[in-house]
């Protein structure tokens, strides 16, 4: 009999989705052959209301998932020779997407696997068109804080846009993370976006968002299509933002899942990377990374080899339900024994 | 009491999605918090099998609706100067994701409400990139046959990448409408798109394809996140290629309601283009075309006045159920006696 698979390597919430999301799926699917009218600006103004700081629906953009909103900025901002700034490690698709345009890409290290905002503006130049910021940073987990990044924003020039990629912000517990809709209304030159795909569980629903000034939005709106995504997926995105149960619960699954996680590498004599999102990082491995995966993968545990997001030299471990990680806990400790 | 719309404004299927999906759709909505793994190439290998003629999943690429394919092809393919070649009225997204991409737009006009190969050859220049052939024609219903599709094709430099966009083929009748399969597989510079938009009435779903040479789809592909579309999206498009009996109907309903809808436009004295697509186009109107709109949309009436498309003098009525085509006829009755 094939053994079930756990899931630890793409970031899925595995408490699953929105319940109140797939009950709005299952009663509306028969309205699958229309296309939205409204819907799109109605969840653009309830994401409005959530974020507060004077963010309306006109600065919101909707799109297949938040990978989709970071293309339609790309796509809309980098022409061929624009430079394209980011640390690395981080997120891939910054890169590619950066690639498809022929910006050319600029990177800059992580300092004790932090973003380094001060190495960053000294990448500044006057061919500068946009910057990724990934906070908290995929794969390491690490977030750069209010203080530091409103300073950054100030004395960054106006001509470049900095992009802050928030996929994971749901998952942070520390109270110095940004208040990024601030930023925005402050004037900084900054889209902000998030997702559904973490948090609600709703990777394949694929909704993501973006926020920003609005010429900026109405820029990146150009290249958008009126059905981007999906009636009944509007309509679901809706329902999952009233599930307080739901996101409380994988809050605190997170939250605990991490804990647990830290606690059980100890054991193991494993060195990792405190998180603030939903996974955590292994680093110094007794075994070459590649091979501890491909290891994990012959117990029917999915990890993730780091080396996509030029981060070679470790393993990347998502924050499952307790009998998840127990189970994961329990395969390492025997492929590394 | 608010009368129910009748909705012939955007080329929806009026019978509803295919069943088969969407009893997958219920079924497997549960799965919505995983990414899909190796679903787009057991679609693309069942896409592959329909279309024949040595065509293989490696030359498909699938998006989030056909929309989103002919996006990737743009922002791989367009670079700022390049020309764009199209006729025009058609579809209204070339001329934006050129625009957005800072092509060079080049348009030619139709001949009779067709197509005009020669005139589209004769724009071709040095600088030309792509030319979009939408077919049938979008929103004149009108086709480009087989033989000069393929004269055309020979006649064009290498250079030149033509996008030939299918969205509403299968409502074709004239049996010289291309096989367009046959096209990419003798070596012609050409991506065929489609979607599951129409036919199989899924349009929120969000499933649209590509196909054509390896080589170039490997282009476009590099701009296509692995999580373009959803698991159960996936599964629900397999599903719907094996809905016969919804295919079926779904054809019937199209090929029936366009005879009823001419003999009663021609009651009516109204001119209309003959169409081999999901819609009918009303010319020489009696009044302004955006008045005849406004007016039926006061009769809860919704069809789409053509100006969008570069057409403002006409307006296109969907197809729909014979009982939303008799609703129309009335209403247009009533408004123009």
Not at 24 to 46: F, G, S, T
Request: aromatic letters at 6%.
């Amino acid at each position: 009999m094939e053994q079930e698979l756990i899931r630890l390597g793409s970031n899925e919430n595995l408490l699953g989705p929105s319940p109140k999301a797939l009950e709005v799926i299952k009663n509306n699917a028969d309205q699958l052959h229309i296309y939205p009218v409204e819907e799109d600006w109605q969840l653009a103004e309830k994401l409005s209301a959530k974020i507060g700081a004077g963010i309306t629906k006109e600065h919101l953009l909707i799109g297949n998932g938040s990978a989709d909103v970071i293309r339609m900025i790309v796509q809309t901002h980098v022409m061929p020779g624009d430079e394209v700034l980011f640390p690395l490690p981080s997120f891939a698709i910054y890169k590619r997407l950066t690639h498809v345009h022929r910006g050319v890409i600029v990177n800059v290290p992580l300092k004790d696997h932090h973003i380094d905002l001060e190495l960053l503006l000294g990448a500044v130049t006057e061919k500068t068109k946009l910057i990724f910021l990934c906070n908290p940073n995929n794969p390491t987990g690490k977030i750069i804080k209010h203080e530091p990044l409103e300073q950054f924003l100030k004395k960054l020039p106006e001509h470049v846009l900095v992009v802050i990629d928030e996929a994971y912000c749901d998952f942070v517990e520390d109270p110095d993370f940004p208040r990024s809709a601030e930023l925005v209304a402050n004037g900084h030159n900054v889209i902000v976006t998030r997702t559904f795909s973490k948090l609600y569980g709703l990777a394949s629903l694929r909704v993501g968002y973006g926020f920003g000034h609005l010429e900026t939005m109405e820029r990146v709106r150009s290249t958008r299509h009126v059905s981007e995504t999906g009636i009944v997926a509007y309509q679901a995105a809706m329902a999952a933002l009233t599930d307080e149960a739901h996101e409380v619960n994988s809050l605190e699954m997170t939250i605990n899942g991490r804990n647990y996680l830290y606690q059980e590498l100890d054991k193991l004599g494993l060195n990792y990377l405190k998180s603030e999102a939903l996974f955590v990082t292994l680093i110094d491995l007794p075994m070459p990374p590649a091979q501890l995966v491909a290891e994990a993968r012959k117990h029917n545990l999915i990890i993730r080899h780091t080396d996509v997001f030029d981060m070679p030299e470790a393993v990347r471990i998502s924050i499952g339900r307790q009998e998840d990680l127990e189970k994961a806990v329990a395969i390492l400790g025997q492929i590394l024994k």
